[in-house]
């Protein structure tokens, strides 16, 4: 069943088995916040999708997240894939939503995040803020 959810987001090579430093750091700091508070919304940005892809493959495994506790938001997404990605997160049944700087740092509302994580640093300051701008309103 989670090949095929692989297959649905395109991915290609499998090669990449074994955890990143950074992929096991992240999936520490979600543990903590999940045992902590098991409702937690959780939004990981990320500059590369590419990164997106690995990472979602390395939640996929753990128990208690899995692919159908993920969403993922980016812009090679078809309109109509986003919308459902997101409704997913806002409404719950995803507790982790995967983006991109560009694409979900910019004119949403993700206000039902209680947790960012920013897998690596914004290219620019003013994406690092919208993205921030998205989750916290002032």
Avoid at 2 to 13: N, Q, R, S, T, V
Avoid at 26 to 38: A, G, L, N, V
Avoid at 83 to 98: C, K, T, V, Y
Avoid at 99 to 123: D, M, Q, Y
């Amino acid at each position: 069943m989670l090949l095929e959810a692989y297959d649905a987001y395109g991915f290609k090579d499998m090669s990449y088995k074994e955890p990143s430093v950074k992929i096991t750091a992240i999936i520490k700091i979600i543990k903590e916040i999940k045992k902590k508070d098991p409702s937690a919304q959780i939004i990981i940005f990320s500059a590369y999708r590419s990164f997106q892809d690995i990472l979602y493959y390395h939640l996929a495994q753990i128990k208690g997240i899995g692919a159908e506790k993920q969403a993922r938001y980016h812009g090679k997404m078809s309109k109509n894939k986003k919308s459902l990605e997101l409704n997913r997160f806002i409404i719950g049944e995803a507790d982790i939503l995967l983006t991109i700087f560009k694409s979900g740092g910019l004119g949403l509302n993700l206000t039902c995040a209680t947790h960012v994580i920013f897998a690596e640093p914004s290219f620019t300051y003013a994406d690092w803020t919208q993205a921030v701008g998205r989750i916290y309103r002032y």
